[in-house]
Each structure stands twice: as C-alpha cells, then as structure tokens.
C-alpha cells in the first residue's frame, strides 16, 4: 500500500505552477473578450451533438497540455464580459469574486455545522445583516445564503407553510388543500415549489397582469374569495421584484395592505430586481418592501457574484428557522434557534461558502459597487429605449422599469404569425452568427426578442451596433420572401 499518487496530488509547486498559467490564461481571456480584441464574438455557437463529439474526442487526447485545454474551454465559452453579452441574467463576474471562489473550493469547508465553516458562518451572517439594514428592515430580521433563487423560493414557501398553514404538515404529511397567489408572469420556480409542496397544479393561482405586464393587485380580492369558495387555504402571495420576462416590478405595497390582517405570507420574489436597495436612485422600485414576510436576492445576477449565492431574508429573524424544523441529533446537540447553525435553516448540508464572496466585495469596494452597478444597468437600458424607439421598423413590448428590455420588428402589412417567424429568426441568425447574444420571449402570443443589460462594459456604442445588425438581417429576410 502507497500513497504515492497523494503526494504527486497534492505537491504544492506543481500547483503553484498550474495557478500561475491559470490566472495569466483568464487575464489574458479578460483582456481579450472585455477589449473585444480581433472582433471575437460573444460565443461560438454549437449544436450540442457537435459539442459533445468535440469533447468526446478531446477526452481521448491526452496529450492535449494542460494551459491548451484550458484555452479551449474559454474559447468555446460563452463570455459574459464581452460587451456584446447582452442575454441571460448571469453576472459577469467580478475578478476577484471569482478568486475566492477559487479559494473557497481549495478550502472546502463545509457549512452544515458551525466547526466545519466558522470563517464563512460568521461572513455570512454579517453579509445577511447588512443587506437586511440596506432593505429597511429591523433588527428583528434575519436569514442566510443558499444555492439559487430556485431553491430560496422553496425554503422561504416552506417556512410560510409551517407558519400560516392549518396543522402540522411537517409531522403529519399534508391533509389540506393548500394555494399560494401569484402573478401568471413570475419566475417558474414558484409553481415548481408549490408542486414540490403537494399543491398540484391548482395551488398555483395566477393572478392576471396589467398592461406593464405587474399583477392586477385590484383582482386579489375576487381571487382570494374564489379560492376560499372552491376549498383552498391561501397561505401566501409572491410579489415579483422583478418578474423575469419583462422586468416589471408588482406594486408591492398593495399586495402588502391585501395581506395584513390576514392569515397570509408575503414573499417577493426579488432574485433579480431586489438588488436596487442597493441604489438609492432606484430603491423607491421596491416601495412596500417592509411589509414582507420574506424576500429572496440572488447575488449572482445583478450584484457581480459567481453563481450561486442567494440571499433569504425574514422581517421576523426566528422565521428562518422555520422551513426546517426538523431534529438531527448527530449534528446538533440542541433544538435551540443557533444563528451559526446553519444547516439548521439551509437546505443543503454541505454548502459552498458562499458568504466569503459577497463579503470580500463588500469590504473591498463597499456596497457602492452594487449601487454604480445597477445605476449604470438600469440607465443604460432607458437609453436603449430611447435607441429602439427610434428605429421605424421596431416596438417594444412596454417601457423598461430594469435592465431588461423586450421588442421586436413589426410590420402593419404582416400577420402575427409572419412577425413572430421573422422575430424567431432574427433571434436565431444573431444566436448563430455569434457576434451579438441576446435571447428571446412570448407575451400575448408575441414572439420578441429580450436583451437584458447584464455588462457594465456595455455601452450605447453596442447597443447602436446590435439595431444596425437587427436591420441588417431584416433587410436581407426581406429580400429573400420577395
Ligand atoms: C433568476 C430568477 C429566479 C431563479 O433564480 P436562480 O438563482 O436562477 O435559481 C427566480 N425568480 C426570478 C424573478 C429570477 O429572475
């Protein structure tokens, strides 16, 4: 029996080599996509057979050296600081967010109980506390940091569950019919939660939007009546902070007046748009915010973080211990509300440390970062308002309240479904031309394409550059349906 494969593992200047090549490949890989260097484009598209053979046969080289592979991977990433990145909400990384990333996968430590994550339990809490001030709430509020909106969501509902919900489903199963109020334009992982709670489908009720695609707050009573009426116990409503399609903020304040005096939860979903109580410009967004039982804010999209680190947050601190009141005897000596027990709260067991991210921000830049960030973002996105609106050929689906934005070519002399195929195809030549990424949607039954204005590099330059590209390609369907 040896270990020697151990020590050629861990054979510390073998790895300092191996860092060194790496962090000089990403400053390199930084200068070139940011400084879009030799006109690369935002990503190199592939159908996903023709990525999996590549990788296939990559697997079968190993004589590939170790920098080269590396290089391949950039090179057939989509880039995110690129500053025609303008698709999906994922945050172009801070640098040094990413390096402690690397830190805390080097360290590894485990979070579920207090010994086993003392540095991060602690910079978390802190982290937690900070964006609790930041939010308006008191000192009663509490909560941690857990992997992703998705799965926030669904710890949050759970502990409105335990807290509002007639008996006690976490001992005795579920024996009600139970429903949760939202808007029929939120975020998935609220029907998805709800079905993984035992609602069904029909736990889910969807409350119709207004034109700026917000929940109608003066249909809750008729719903909330209606569900009374077919047998339901309403335990919370969702407010959107923002919605994902359009970006559109629910009017927080009226859902917050419908809840009180009520047996009901009020969670906002603010996984993307709850990061402006950071900006005092835009903060105003997220009036009512208060009232709410519980709010999500996932650092991973506007505040610069590598995925994941979600933010849970409870107007009521002893709230977050309540999705979970569940006995382990091995890791807890007791049932008691532990602030540096976090596994106590969290869904996961092991857990990444998430909190040394955002803390390493906050103490190196201030939560001014967050706040130049999301000002540069969310005005940027007006001035791209401004820019479609003025192209004859162009629409949008309704004025940005954040940096997501929605149009599309329309025409009087074509049909629906002649401007959704068109709008279908735009969207894909950009996709596979690759010089541009920007995604697309369906509201109404209309195709548009959705940008959203993830890269602070991103300037109007870009964006100029992104129309005449659209019209270009237009020009050119154009021709070829004559
Ligand atoms: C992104 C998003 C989510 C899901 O968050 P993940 O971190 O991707 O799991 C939920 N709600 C809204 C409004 C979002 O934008």
Known sequence: MDNNFAKKLYDPGTFREQGHQMVNLLADYLEKVSQQKDGIPVTQWKFPNQQLTYWQEALQNPKLNLPDFFQQVLDQSIHLHHPKYIGHQVSPVAPLAALTSLVSSFLNNGMAVYEMGATATAMERLVIQELSKVLGFDEQADGFLTSGGTLATLTALLAARQKVSQGNIWEKGLRQKLAVMVSEEAHY??????????????????????????????????????????????????????????????????????????????????????????????????????????????????????????????????????????????????????????????????????????????????????????????????????????????????????????????????????????????????????????????????????????????????????????????KAEMLSTK
Request: charged residues 20%; proline residues 2%; neutral net charge.
């Open 189 to 474: 992982c609220i029907d998805r939660a709800c079905r993984i709670m035992g609602f069904g489908a029909e736990g889910v009720i969807k409350i119709p939007v207004n034109a700026q695609f917000q929940m109608d707050t003066s249909l809750l009573e008729e719903y909330y009546q209606q569900a009374q009426a077919n047998g339901f116990e309403v335990i919370a409503i969702v407010g959107s902070a923002c919605s994902t399609s359009t970006g559109s903020y629910d009017n927080l304040e009226a859902i917050g007046r419908f809840c009180q005096g009520k047996p009901l939860w009020f969670h906002i979903d603010g996984a993307h748009g709850g990061a402006v109580a950071y900006s005092s410009r835009y903060a105003s967004l997220l009036k009512g915010v208060t009232q709410a039982d519980s709010i999500i804010i996932d650092y991973h999209k506007m505040l610069l973080t590598p995925a994941l680190a979600t933010a849970v947050v409870f107007r009521e601190g002893k709230d977050s211990y309540s999705a979970f009141a569940q006995k382990a005897q091995y890791l807890y000596e007791q049932d008691e509300q532990e602030w540096h027990e976090l596994g106590k709260r969290t869904f996961e067991c092991t857990k990444y440390m998430m909190g040394f991210k955002v803390y390493t921000l906050l103490r190196t830049y201030g939560p001014e970062l967050f706040e130049a960030n999301i000002d540069y973002l969310y005005q940027l996105t007006q001035r791209f308002a401004r820019l479609i609106e003025s192209r004859q050929d162009l629409e949008l689906a309704l004025r940005p309240q954040a940096n997501i934005i929605c149009f599309r070519y329309t025409s009087a002399k074509k049909s629906t479904e002649e401007l959704n195929t068109i709008n279908r195809n735009l969207r894909r030549q950009l996709l596979e031309k690759g010089e541009f990424y920007i995604v697309q949607t369906q509201l109404k039954g209309l195709v548009y394409l959705r940008a959203t204005l993830m890269n602070p590099l991103t300037t109007e330059l870009e964006l100029t550059q992104l129309l005449d590209t659209i019209g270009k390609l237009l």
